[in-house]
Protein backbone atom coordinates (compact mmCIF):
# COMPACT_ATOMS: atom_id res chain seq x y z
CA UNK A 1 0.00 0.00 0.00
CA UNK A 2 3.20 2.73 0.65
CA UNK A 3 4.57 1.48 -2.53
CA UNK A 4 1.09 2.59 -4.18
CA UNK A 5 1.44 5.68 -2.74
CA UNK A 6 4.77 6.85 -2.94
CA UNK A 7 4.79 5.78 -7.10
CA UNK A 8 0.93 8.36 -6.89
CA UNK A 9 2.87 10.86 -4.66
CA UNK A 10 5.65 10.74 -7.31
CA UNK A 11 3.31 10.72 -10.21
CA UNK A 12 1.27 13.61 -8.89
CA UNK A 13 4.83 15.71 -8.81
CA UNK A 14 5.42 14.45 -12.42
CA UNK A 15 1.89 15.83 -13.11
CA UNK A 16 2.27 18.95 -11.44
CA UNK A 17 5.97 19.67 -13.11
CA UNK A 18 4.52 18.75 -16.85
CA UNK A 19 1.68 21.50 -15.83
CA UNK A 20 3.43 24.27 -14.93
CA UNK A 21 6.04 24.01 -17.95
CA UNK A 22 2.91 23.97 -20.34
CA UNK A 23 1.62 26.72 -18.50
CA UNK A 24 4.61 29.00 -17.41
CA UNK A 25 7.75 27.61 -18.89
CA UNK A 26 10.18 25.80 -17.57
CA UNK A 27 12.08 28.90 -16.06
CA UNK A 28 9.50 29.79 -13.87
CA UNK A 29 8.95 26.06 -12.88
CA UNK A 30 10.35 25.83 -9.24
CA UNK A 31 10.80 23.24 -6.64
CA UNK A 32 8.23 25.65 -3.95
CA UNK A 33 6.01 26.20 -6.88
CA UNK A 34 5.79 22.14 -7.49
CA UNK A 35 5.84 21.13 -4.17
CA UNK A 36 3.11 24.10 -3.30
CA UNK A 37 0.66 23.03 -6.72
CA UNK A 38 0.98 19.13 -5.90
CA UNK A 39 0.43 19.68 -1.89
CA UNK A 40 3.35 18.44 -1.02
CA UNK A 41 6.28 18.77 1.13
CA UNK A 42 9.63 19.97 0.24
CA UNK A 43 11.38 17.34 2.11
CA UNK A 44 8.82 14.74 0.74
CA UNK A 45 9.67 16.16 -2.69
CA UNK A 46 13.34 15.58 -2.08
CA UNK A 47 12.20 11.97 -1.09
CA UNK A 48 11.56 11.29 -4.80
CA UNK A 49 13.79 13.59 -6.63
CA UNK A 50 17.49 15.28 -6.34
CA UNK A 51 16.66 18.40 -7.54
CA UNK A 52 14.27 19.79 -10.22
CA UNK A 53 16.64 18.91 -13.10
CA UNK A 54 16.10 15.42 -12.24
CA UNK A 55 11.84 16.18 -11.96
CA UNK A 56 12.28 18.04 -15.11
CA UNK A 57 14.18 14.77 -16.73
CA UNK A 58 10.77 12.45 -15.23
CA UNK A 59 8.41 15.16 -17.23
CA UNK A 60 10.29 14.81 -20.33
CA UNK A 61 10.22 10.71 -19.90
CA UNK A 62 6.69 11.20 -19.51
CA UNK A 63 5.84 13.21 -22.43
CA UNK A 64 7.85 10.63 -24.50
CA UNK A 65 6.10 7.87 -22.93
CA UNK A 66 2.74 9.46 -23.74
CA UNK A 67 4.08 9.77 -27.49
CA UNK A 68 5.36 6.05 -27.75
CA UNK A 69 1.90 5.04 -26.51
CA UNK A 70 0.50 7.08 -29.26
CA UNK A 71 2.88 5.03 -31.00
CA UNK A 72 1.96 1.83 -30.59
CA UNK A 73 -1.96 2.38 -31.27
CA UNK A 74 -0.83 3.39 -34.79
CA UNK A 75 1.10 0.34 -35.10
CA UNK A 76 -1.45 -1.78 -33.82
CA UNK A 77 -4.48 0.05 -35.76
CA UNK A 78 -2.89 0.18 -39.24
CA UNK A 79 -3.43 -2.24 -41.87
CA UNK A 80 -0.75 -4.38 -42.73
CA UNK A 81 0.55 -4.37 -46.35
CA UNK A 82 -1.00 -0.92 -46.85
CA UNK A 83 2.25 1.31 -46.95
CA UNK A 84 0.81 4.02 -48.34
CA UNK A 85 -1.66 4.17 -45.93
CA UNK A 86 0.61 3.82 -42.81
CA UNK A 87 2.91 6.58 -44.01
CA UNK A 88 -0.20 8.62 -44.23
CA UNK A 89 -1.62 7.75 -40.96
CA UNK A 90 2.27 8.09 -39.25
CA UNK A 91 2.15 11.82 -41.07
CA UNK A 92 -1.11 12.66 -39.42
CA UNK A 93 -0.06 11.45 -36.30
CA UNK A 94 3.50 13.07 -36.51
CA UNK A 95 1.44 16.44 -37.17
CA UNK A 96 -1.52 15.94 -34.35
CA UNK A 97 1.87 14.98 -31.59
CA UNK A 98 3.68 17.93 -32.86
CA UNK A 99 0.57 20.57 -32.76
CA UNK A 100 -0.06 18.81 -28.98
CA UNK A 101 3.29 19.30 -27.47
CA UNK A 102 3.79 22.64 -28.93
CA UNK A 103 2.90 24.41 -25.48
CA UNK A 104 5.46 21.79 -23.67
CA UNK A 105 8.09 22.42 -26.01
CA UNK A 106 7.37 25.83 -25.94
CA UNK A 107 7.69 25.87 -22.43
CA UNK A 108 11.03 24.54 -22.44
CA UNK A 109 11.95 26.97 -24.40
CA UNK A 110 11.56 29.75 -22.41
CA UNK A 111 14.33 30.48 -19.96
CA UNK A 112 17.68 29.36 -18.88
CA UNK A 113 16.18 25.51 -19.09
CA UNK A 114 15.91 25.85 -23.19
CA UNK A 115 18.50 22.84 -23.20
CA UNK A 116 15.79 21.00 -21.84
CA UNK A 117 13.65 21.22 -25.14
CA UNK A 118 17.08 19.53 -26.72
CA UNK A 119 17.50 16.59 -24.86
CA UNK A 120 13.71 16.49 -25.33
CA UNK A 121 13.95 16.06 -28.85
CA UNK A 122 17.02 13.63 -28.65
CA UNK A 123 15.42 11.74 -26.10
CA UNK A 124 11.79 11.63 -28.18
CA UNK A 125 13.86 10.79 -31.42
CA UNK A 126 15.96 7.67 -29.87
CA UNK A 127 13.31 5.93 -28.10
CA UNK A 128 10.39 6.54 -31.13
CA UNK A 129 13.24 5.32 -33.74
CA UNK A 130 13.84 2.33 -31.71
CA UNK A 131 10.33 1.52 -31.25
CA UNK A 132 9.43 1.62 -35.54
CA UNK A 133 12.58 -0.30 -35.98
CA UNK A 134 11.85 -2.49 -33.36
CA UNK A 135 8.11 -3.12 -34.55
CA UNK A 136 7.02 -1.40 -37.86
CA UNK A 137 10.46 -2.26 -40.02
CA UNK A 138 10.40 -6.02 -38.60
CA UNK A 139 6.70 -6.13 -40.00
CA UNK A 140 7.74 -4.61 -43.42
CA UNK A 141 10.79 -6.53 -43.43
CA UNK A 142 8.42 -9.66 -43.36
CA UNK A 143 6.84 -8.72 -46.47
CA UNK A 144 9.36 -6.24 -48.63
CA UNK A 145 12.72 -5.43 -49.29
CA UNK A 146 13.81 -2.86 -46.48
CA UNK A 147 16.02 -0.21 -48.91
CA UNK A 148 17.82 1.62 -46.33
CA UNK A 149 20.63 1.03 -44.25
CA UNK A 150 21.40 1.92 -40.85
CA UNK A 151 17.46 1.97 -40.29
CA UNK A 152 17.16 2.94 -36.82
CA UNK A 153 19.54 5.75 -37.49
CA UNK A 154 17.75 6.76 -40.07
CA UNK A 155 14.38 7.00 -38.63
CA UNK A 156 15.55 9.02 -35.73
CA UNK A 157 17.50 11.70 -38.32
CA UNK A 158 13.97 11.45 -39.99
CA UNK A 159 11.95 12.30 -37.09
CA UNK A 160 13.78 15.09 -35.56
CA UNK A 161 13.93 16.34 -38.96
CA UNK A 162 10.35 16.21 -39.70
CA UNK A 163 10.05 17.82 -36.04
CA UNK A 164 11.85 20.55 -36.76
CA UNK A 165 10.43 20.96 -40.80
CA UNK A 166 7.04 20.77 -39.57
CA UNK A 167 7.32 23.43 -36.35
CA UNK A 168 9.11 25.84 -38.40
CA UNK A 169 6.95 25.54 -41.30
CA UNK A 170 2.98 24.56 -39.96
CA UNK A 171 1.32 25.34 -43.85
CA UNK A 172 3.73 22.80 -45.20
CA UNK A 173 1.57 20.61 -46.83
CA UNK A 174 0.39 16.67 -45.53
CA UNK A 175 1.38 15.16 -49.16
CA UNK A 176 5.08 16.83 -49.08
CA UNK A 177 4.85 15.59 -44.98
CA UNK A 178 4.43 12.34 -46.48
CA UNK A 179 6.51 12.27 -50.03
CA UNK A 180 9.73 13.18 -47.97
CA UNK A 181 9.21 10.43 -45.94
CA UNK A 182 8.89 7.95 -48.37
CA UNK A 183 11.81 9.10 -50.33
CA UNK A 184 13.90 8.68 -47.30
CA UNK A 185 12.86 5.66 -46.38
CA UNK A 186 12.95 4.68 -50.06
CA UNK A 187 8.73 3.76 -50.12
CA UNK A 188 7.91 6.15 -52.83
CA UNK A 189 7.17 2.77 -55.09
CA UNK A 190 3.92 2.56 -52.32
CA UNK A 191 2.85 5.97 -53.14
CA UNK A 192 0.17 6.50 -55.49
CA UNK A 193 1.24 8.53 -58.63
CA UNK A 194 1.39 12.54 -57.94
CA UNK A 195 -0.51 14.75 -59.62
Not at 29 to 34: E, G, Y
Not at 85 to 104: H, N, Q, V
Not at 158 to 168: A, E, F, N, Q, Y
Request: aromatic share 6%.
Amino acid sequence: MLRKRGETTRAEIVRVAREQINDSGSARTSVSAITKQAGVSRSLFYHYFKNLDEVLGAVLEDVIDDFIAELQKWNEQRKRGDVAGSLESAARLMRRLIAEDAKFSTGLLTGPNSSLCVLFMERMSRQISEYIAQTTVQDFAAHHEVKIDHVENTFYVLISGMVSLIKTNPEISHEEVVRIAAQTLHLEEFLPEAD
